[in-house]
């Protein structure tokens, strides 16, 4: 089952991420305003629809809005499709925004 992360979690994840140890962020909201640096966005409807090739042992990080219903979906429809380090990022996008206007200095950068 996938556990739950808080924004400066992801946001050091995003920091220490290496080819060796990659780190897929996945945007599941329908409507897309802003997003974290680097992230996919395929909606929520549409996670099931194909076949992903992301490293199936990457920590994958998934968020909706608030970090409820979305990404506790996409998070078990991607742990179905063989990913091993699923995450769910804890309060979604309103937590990452809130956080980072608390840390500007650590905004990732908007590399995929």
């Given amino acids: ?3 739950t992360i808080s ?12 080819p060796q140890h990659p780190v897929v962020v996945i945007d599941v909201r329908l409507g897309q305003v802003g997003a974290i640096p680097g992230a996919y966005h395929v909606p ?8 992903w090739h992301w490293d199936p042992e990457a920590d994958v990080v998934v968020y909706c809005q608030l970090g409820k ?3 506790d979906y996409a998070a078990e429809v991607l742990e179905e499709q063989g990913y091993h380090k699923v995450h769910k990022l804890g309060g979604g996008f309103n937590a990452w925004e809130a956080w980072m ?5 650590d905004i990732p950068p908007k590399e995929k």
């Fill in 1 to 3: 089952m996938a556990d």
């Fill in 7 to 18: 924004a400066s979690d992801l946001a050091q994840l995003l920091k220490n991420a290496k």
């Fill in 101 to 105: 206007q608390e840390h500007p200095e």
């Fill in 44 to 51: 929520v409807t549409d996670l099931e629809d194909k076949e």
């Fill in 69 to 71: 219903g979305g990404s």
